[in-house]
Each structure stands twice: as C-alpha cells, then as structure tokens.
C-alpha cells in the first residue's frame, strides 16, 4: 500500500481541536451507533521520539466489513488530523490496538473521541467465548494467532505504557518490523485483525454480543478520560483525616505515632514487658501470644478475632483496620496517586471475569468512606454521586424475566416488595431468602426460605439453579450480552472425576481462582474430615464451581448494564453546554468547563460538573441509567432507581 501525505492547514488544526464535546445524534445503541455501522479508521501512532514534541502516525479508512478502501495515509499531525475527522457527520469509530496505551497520546494532545474499537479487549471477549480465556490479547498475539504462528506473551502495563505502540522484541520478529516502519506496519497487521474481529462477531451468538464488545470499547474510552481529568482530591483534607486517625505524619519509615501505641499496647495486654518486641503485623507472634494466653485461634482474621474474649483483641483489630488504611491510602498513597489537587485511577476495563473493572495499584475501587472527605469539588463545581440500588436482584428478575420477582422489582424497595408478597412482612427474611438464593447458600437454616422462593418465583430460581448445574457439570454460562466465564481448570476436572489434581491443573485452578474465575479447590476441600476422600472432594469442587456460575450470570449482567450505563452517560454528558476551555491546551482544557465522568466503581458513578449545569447532568445521569436499562434488558418491568445527590463533598453523598 502506497502511503499518502495528510496535511491540514494550521488554522483548521487550532478550530478542530477544540470542536471536542458536541453531541452525537441519540440512540438505542451503545456509542450512538451499532458496532458494526458507520465510518472506521485505523490509527497507529508513531513512536515518540526523545524530547519530540506532537503526534504522528497513520490512518486507513475502513469499509464495513474493515476492508480498506484506499491507500494508507501518513498524518504529520496526527492529533489535527483526528480531530478533523470528529468534527465530520457521522464520526468515525476510531480502530486501534489498545485504548489504555493509544488514547491517553490524544488525550494530552487536546483530542476527544467518541467511539472506538479497541482490539485487545474485544479480542479477550471473542476468545472468552472460544473456551480460551486468558490467552494473549494483544494486537502482535492476535496476528500471530491468526496466521498460526507462535503467540508471543502480552507486555507488562509498565512496558506497553513505556513503549506506546511498539512491538516487543518477540512479536517484533514473529510480525517482521522494525523501529523505522512499525507504526506502518502495525497499520497492516490491525486492519487484517480487525476485519477477522469483525468476522467473528458477526457469527457470535447472542445478537447482543455486538453491543457488549461495543461498550467494553467505550468503557476503556471513559477509563482514559476518567484518569485524564481526574477526581478532585484535597490534600489538605486527606491530611486531616489522616492525622485526626493516625496522628501526625511520621519522618521516614516510622509508624504514625496511633500504630506504634497500639502496637505498645497490644504487646503489653499480651504480657511482653512495657510492650517492646512485639510486632503486631506478625501474624505467627500474634498466634503465638493468644495461645500462650489460652485462645487456641487458627488465624488473626478479624471474624475469629472478634470471637476472642480478651482485651489484646479489640487492640488488635483497631491496629489491623488503622494500619490497612494507612498503607492503603496513606501519605505514601497520597505522594504517588494525587497530583495537582487530581487523583488519577488507572482502571483496568472487563479487569475481572465478570467484566467488572479492577485497578493497578492505584486502591480506587476500596477507597474507605471516610477518605471520601477528600474529594471536594472545585470551587463553583459539584459532584453528582449515583448510585444502583439492589442492582444484583433486580438484574436476577430481568435476566430470568419471572413475573412475580418482576412486579416486586418494579419500583421501590424490592426486598420491602417480596416481604410483603412472601413473607409475610419480614423484610430481613426475604433479603436473606434472595441472597441466598443469588450465591448459593444453603446453610444457616436458610432452607425454609429458599423453598418460599421456589414456589412464589419458580422462574428465576430455575434460572439460578440451571446456571449452578451448568457450572457443577464443567459448563461455561454467559452474561445477558453475551461475556462468557472461564471454563474449568484440568485440576478441576481431575478433582471432580476422582483424580488427583496434576501440579500444572491445579496452579491453574488456583491462578483462575485469583481473577474470580472458580473456586481454589485446595481450599474448598481444606481441613474438614474427609478431606482426603476423593468423592467428598469432587462434590465440594463441583459445587464451589456451581455457586460461582450461579453468581457469575447475575454479577456479569449486572456489570453489562453498568458498562452500558457509564458509556451511555459519557455520550450524553458530552452534549451538555460547557465545551472545551481555549484558555487551557491538552487533556486540562477538555475538562475545564465541562462535566464530565470522574469516578466509577461498580455500580457507581461520580460527575463532576459546573454547578450551573449540575441538574441538566443529574438528569443526564438518570436519563443514562434508563437507556442502559432497554439496550440490556429489552422490554421489561423491571426499574432500575438511583440514588442520586447533588454535593460539594463525596462524603456527604451518603
């Protein structure tokens, strides 16, 4: 393929970059259109260049089926050349091999974009639905896999955000490129990837699948922003919460002054003279001085500690949380997370089996709610916090569509609504009974209640209980659009067909059990009598599996419509008044005057928006949360209420 220059006059370059916010028509679509319509252009980026300044690359304009349609062309400029293609009727979905390594160059050039197929995280997806979950996923590993070659190892986050867009040294040599013309030839080999991707979503079942790789897309595009713009952070505040619990900051690797008291303490109340030598964090000290002392425990958990009628206990468990906190979200946390009054998550979008999101080291998804007192919007802003209620059970009665559960989740309080129809008012009872039912408990004389369920809503918990015996007979079971589980281990199926687990089975058991993926059979099959009884074995390592399908075809729904949700919201808050500030360049004047998304865990969302504007962004928010609930569900009784509230402090949104 010939390559053709791009050049774009200065002045329409300045214009175009701040043509970032304008809003895309509406749509019963995520990324307002489906991923298979509308105009697609490959983009890969050259490799920075020490001390360079700008963005260059390539672009290939691609058909429907991702066959190119023309030559190449090499964009100079490559950020002026984006941003002119987002101000064309109808914007182009961006193809490019890794949002988190390819959007943050746009993003501090001063360019937005609205969609985008990300290769590497729709690949994860299509090979979760081949069976072959957690194989390599990058651009280089799925070029490689297409043309049968040796698949090389994904790179580390560090390296792919160090390197940008360049091969490793391997898939440099499986893919034949080199520093000179990588950014040209990767061009080639992500067009081929594509078009196949494309191939194969086309011939994937259920027709939400699209939808799904559509958001999982989306998601990463509003990750990126989300750590570009960043969630207001006062460090004075954080500092004051944490000298009010910790004490004054230390000097070097001391302990704040409340842990090394405590510490004192705990020392003393286990009989070490004034308290010295004692190490808390010690969890074989610890075990040692509560046996000596006569309380045989079998770990310093905090259940079985609280168990423990002795004064060292309650010391020990205000020690664990304080000191938890502390290397949580600590001054050091602080020193490495918050810059510029801005603390910046790096989320790892579908980072879970169940499509939830994880993050690198960054703490986001356990910030404390006390540590919420920290996040302050800017002076004449506000934040919007939103949160789905009950989200779990009422995705239970959208995805199993039983009509009873259905009626009870219309509206309301749905626990409050099935006491009142099942049991006979006992609000606690029937969120126990439907718990349970939601993860498999069986215990605790749960059973009476499970068998109310069964006959008021037989519907959902047929569905419930299909998807455990798909899981409990070595079966994969999928969300509502289509996110497949992983499947079982070869340690799982030598342990539930009476064999004992081989060494690399039963790693990989353990290595799925870490993501999420099913249950560590060695831990399921732990100390209890029988342990070593290869029938008691296999029905415990069966069952374990069945309550995580059982969970796994609510939770990955769950997480489906909130993916949905947080693409739907970015989409409408774009279209908000407010638009890029032209006082600011790079990803600062994106955000400056606009709302926009800065915080996402779970079920929850947080905006940060200018106070004018706070009530059209709330309702934007609910407005989302509504259309997330079609595009997912299709028609249904089922509601989805937010808790919504408009503050100036986190800490005051609950």
């Not at 260059?56 to 090499?74: C, E, I, M, N, Y």
């Not at 986050?157 to 030839?185: N, W, Y």
Request: a neutral charge.
């Amino acid at each position: 393929m010939r390559p053709h220059n791009l050049t774009i006059p200065a002045p329409a370059r300045r214009a175009a970059r701040l043509v970032r916010l304008r809003s895309g028509p509406p749509s019963a679509v995520v990324g307002a259109r489906r991923e298979d319509e509308g105009v697609r252009i490959a983009v890969t980026i050259d490799a920075a260049e020490p001390g360079g300044t700008g963005l260059s690359g390539w672009l290939q304009v691609l058909a429907d089926d991702g066959a190119p349609t023309g030559p190449p062309r090499r964009a100079a400029d490559l950020a002026a050349a984006v941003a002119e293609h987002e101000c064309a009727d109808p914007r182009p979905r961006w193809v490019w091999a890794a949002t988190d390594s390819d959007y943050p160059r746009l993003l501090c050039a001063g360019v937005r974009v609205e969609r985008c197929h990300d290769t590497a995280l729709t690949e994860a997806l299509l090979l979760g639905r081949a069976g072959r979950f957690g194989e390599p996923r990058s651009l280089e590993a799925a070029w490689a896999r297409l043309h049968g070659l040796p698949v090389p190892e994904d790179p580390k986050p560090a390296a792919r955000q160090e390197q940008g867009a360049l091969f490793g040294a391997a898939a440099a040599e499986i893919a034949g490129v080199d520093a000179a013309t990588s950014a040209q030839r990767r061009l080639e080999l992500l067009t081929e990837v594509h078009a196949r991707q494309l191939r194969r979503i086309a011939g994937t079942a259920p027709a939400g699948f699209a939808t799904l790789v559509a958001a999982e897309s989306a998601g990463a595009l509003a990750a990126a922003e989300i750590a570009a713009g960043g969630l207001p952070w006062r460090v004075d505040a954080h500092d004051a919460v944490l000298t009010q619990l910790l004490g004054p900051r230390p000097f070097g690797d001391a302990p704040p002054a409340k842990l090394a008291e405590l510490a004192t303490r705990i020392g003393s109340a286990l009989g070490h003279p004034h308290g010295r030598g004692f190490n808390p964090d010690s969890p074989a000290q610890v075990l040692r001085a509560l046996r000596h002392a006569g309380f045989p425990v079998q770990s310093t958990r905090a259940w079985e500690l609280r168990r423990v009628e002795h004064p060292a206990a309650a010391l020990l468990l205000e020690y664990k949380e304080l000191s938890r906190l502390h290397a949580a979200h600590g001054w050091a946390w602080q020193d490495a997370w918050v810059k510029g009054g801005r603390f910046r998550p790096e989320y790892v979008v579908g980072g879970v089996v169940s499509g939830r999101w994880a993050t690198r080291n960054s703490g986001a998804l356990q910030i404390p709610r006390i540590m919420r007192r920290a996040v302050i919007a800017d002076e004449g802003w506000s934040l919007i916090v939103a949160d789905a209620g009950q989200l779990e059970p009422r995705v239970l009665a959208a995805v199993s569509r039983d009509l009873g559960l259905a009626r009870a989740a219309a509206e309301g309080d749905l626990y409050a609504a099935l006491a009142a129809e099942a049991f006979d008012g006992d609000r606690a009872a029937a969120k126990r009974a439907l718990l349970g039912a939601m993860y498999g408990q069986t215990s605790g004389g749960i059973g009476s209640l499970l068998t109310v369920l069964r006959k008021r809503f037989p519907v959902a918990m047929a569905y419930v209980e299909d998807a455990a015996r798909t899981g409990e007979r070595g079966g994969v079971v999928h969300s509502r659009l289509g996110r497949a589980c992983p499947p079982p281990s070869s340690g799982w199926r030598s342990v539930v067909s009476g064999l004992p687990a081989d060494e690399d089975g039963a790693a990989a058991g353990q290595a799925a059990q870490a993501g999420g993926a099913e249950p560590d059979l060695d831990a399921d099959a732990g100390s209890e009598p029988g342990e070593h009884d290869p029938a008691r074995r296999s029905g415990q390592a069966a069952r374990s599996r069945g309550r995580f399908t059982r969970n796994f075809v609510i939770q990955a729904s769950a997480a489906d419509w909130a993916l949905v949700w947080l693409a739907v919201l970015r989409r409408r808050l774009s279209g908000i008044a407010g638009g890029a500030d032209r006082a600011q360049s790079g990803a600062a004047g994106l955000f400056a005057a606009a709302p926009h998304l800065v915080f996402f865990v779970h079920d929850e969302v947080v905006v940060h928006t200018p106070a004018a504007l706070a009530q059209e962004s709330a309702a934007a928010v609910a407005q989302a949360a509504e259309e997330a609930r079609r595009i997912v569900f299709g028609p249904t009784p089922v509601r989805f209420p937010l808790a919504t509230a408009i503050v100036d402090c986190y800490a005051d949104a609950k």
